[in-house]
């Protein structure tokens, strides 16, 4: 298993090998972050931070990894002031930047562009979410945070809720955690349900899913995932104001649910988890933020060889 | 006295003795600046720049000062990028960006937004302006620039000019300056007077305040501190022209003045001061704007423990 | 000969002593770059990289450069954000960044900027480009990938193609080459021709001009420089339309033409060269980028003294 020079597009086609090598870095590189801060791991290197689109949690937590490792990052937070407004494709915007850095990360709104970058060029490339496509290193973390958690990646009952049809986050999470004996709930409202073809996925590979629009129903899981349910995905604002509030993690309805229950959120949450959940040791969703640091060093350093 | 984890969000707040102790670090810093250009004092350090408005030269000021100090800066220099477009709340901004970093310096636009994300986490929030509220480094870096030019923050007459109803570091001047026993000279037009409430407070704090609208009567002060009449503070376009032009400071005023006056602005200026009086040595406005850098190198390393 | 201090703001005063200087000077840097990927020779040192024009390219070029040397760079990169929205001049913006930085380098849109931003201070001003005006970086990466590809600047026949009217590339080439015995093909539609002010110029240093408007006569050159040719010079778009397909350099164009043509392009290209000329040894475009981060380390280098 040698992850040097290999791109990160999705986590689709990681065997659960390389998932727990992943993991066992990314601990690798929290112990490092707490004992020295900023190691000098890779001090000799250069990394291309591409956003195309705003995207600052997940920019700034690549930011923090790339420090944190002794790297340099030169950056594009910004679609507009890109030779893209040129007319440039992504491909010579990718042979372009390669001669420059020792790996590229980016953020684009094509399905599929990174993987356009990471065919032109010999530079690892790290997805860093292509529009509607895939958002490797956000189901890593989430994966990362489960095992921290918990203690284990194996045979969890993990519930999502809210937006999945359109919740990129719980599509990637299905896949990602199914070589591990999970069982799922689906908990979402008829509009918003699991995708078909994730749902036949997960039976093929014989992970048992229930699917539910009450949220009451997902409490005495391992490990609540929420997400936002979004209005732009609703033509009539009235009923969007009446499913939303029937998806709202409350502290009463965690105190109902299962005491040891983690709560995930890959953020930015607007008003999906009331404000009093944050202080439960239940809430882990700023840790699950914090931790897409360790991770993405993980992925930063696997690639570039700086660790194997 | 101790700065470390202390949050920084306003001069209104700190004792004569802390305020001599910045100015004594400040000059560490600047000592250490003329000498190694590059220090390691904060080499295991990431700090976060997060301007959610406009502001260059606060902005590049404390990013020299993080490089100079040999720490990493992440930053987000422009709202639109970031996870305010999608409804996120200052607190839960906070709580994500705390766990990457040692240490936050937050510019935005909302009065008392500073201290709303220094309560939300555990590490060090500096203010780098709030608003029509603080902006506490502006204060510090103009007492530090007095004290340089004059040899001490004693017994000093100030005179400041302009728009003094809005200009917020005329106000904060006048608090953080107050505990040395100075004189003010406060010269306005009727329609931009320095605000009642400060007045009275300086007042009662002993401090005596001479009021005029003329600039002649500013200039046998020890400070001259200029600030900018902003055109969109009147509704009559005439009127402002009007009033621009009897407090533009131009070199022939300079020279009827004391001639060892030194002439202080927070910069931007627009035409408020003329050009040819650049070249006095009483023109103290742009070392006042690189005294920033040596400023926020102080307070960065006080708060994260760095220096004590 | 000494760098040290100075400002590049064009290459029209450089001698033909200080272009195979600098030539040598960036193969230095490759060497470095090649060996060590990051250097300490300027690890005392923060540059201020101000972009007030979009331009990926040449900032994640100079800022690869500058963490390649061991600096850190202070951006900006976006004019909204700066304090030119406040309706401060360059001058101003150029003293107060100098006190913060060993050197700035400086990309905006008007002729003579950055000359005017060097006249206000002490610290060396780099141009990287002002709007219809110079882009020496540009120039002398050009002369350093034509040094690179063909092994001297001596004596070559060096067709350029496209828009040579506003193409500000060709014009600083055609100066900057002039010293080393060249002969030029000038291949451009009617409408597009190389301005006569610079064909009589090139006359009076002897340098041997063909004009043509046949791309077919180009390609019997050692270096073909690639110019895009855009819409917006065009009222009418059929005319553009026309023309733009006479001016794309297809496979079977080079295969017809000298078999050690190096193809240059100052990129982005749009499709005035066909994808499948991109994998044959004469496609120079993406080295040439490459080239700009070893130039522009080397006068990072030279101007601030980190070597001589």
Redesign the interface.
């Known amino acids: 298993m040698n992850f040097k020079d290999r791109d990160i597009l999705t986590t689709v086609d990681l065997t659960r090998e390389e998932i727990l090598k992943i993991m066992q870095v990314s601990a690798d590189m929290e112990a490092i972050v707490r004992k020295?801060?900023?190691s000098s791991l890779m001090?000799?290197?250069?990394i291309?931070i591409i956003?195309l689109e705003?995207?600052?949690?997940t920019r700034?937590?690549f930011?923090?990894a790339v420090?944190?490792l002794g790297a340099?990052p030169?950056i594009?937070?910004?679609a507009?002031?890109?030779?893209a407004?040129?007319?440039?494709d992504l491909a010579?915007?990718a042979?372009?930047?390669a001669?420059?850095?020792?790996c590229i990360v980016v953020r684009q709104p094509a399905i599929g562009g990174a993987g356009v970058m990471a065919d032109a060029v010999d530079v690892p490339v790290i997805n860093g979410g292509d529009g509607a496509g895939q958002h490797p290193t956000q189901a890593l973390l989430d994966l990362y945070t489960i095992q921290k958690e918990k203690g284990t990646l194996e045979g969890l009952k993990v519930a999502m809720v809210g937006d999945l049809k359109y919740g990129r986050t719980v599509h990637s999470l299905s896949y990602a955690l199914a070589p591990f004996n999970p069982e799922y709930i689906y908990c979402a409202p008829e509009a918003l349900r699991m995708p078909e073809h994730i749902v036949s996925k997960m039976e093929e590979k014989k992970v048992p899913v229930i699917q539910t629009d009450k949220i009451e129903e997902a409490l005495d899981a391992d490990i609540v995932y929420m997400t936002r349910i979004q209005r732009e995905r609703f033509d009539d604002t009235a009923e969007y104001e009446k499913l939303k509030g029937s998806y709202i993690l409350t502290r009463s309805l965690v105190e109902q649910g299962n005491p040891d229950v983690s709560i995930l959120h890959p953020?930015?949450?607007?008003d999906e988890i009331a404000r009093d959940v944050d202080n439960l040791p239940n809430a882990a969703y700023?840790?699950q933020?914090?931790n897409g640091?360790y991770l993405r060093m993980a992925l930063l350093a696997l690639v570039t060889g700086a660790v194997s």
């Open positions: 020295e801060r900023v001090s000799d290197k250069v291309a956003f705003p995207s600052t949690r700034l937590s930011e923090t420090y944190r340099s030169i594009v937070s910004d507009k002031s890109s030779s407004s040129k007319g440039e010579d915007t042979r372009t930047i001669g420059y850095v020792d953020l930015p949450r607007v700023f840790r933020a914090h640091v």
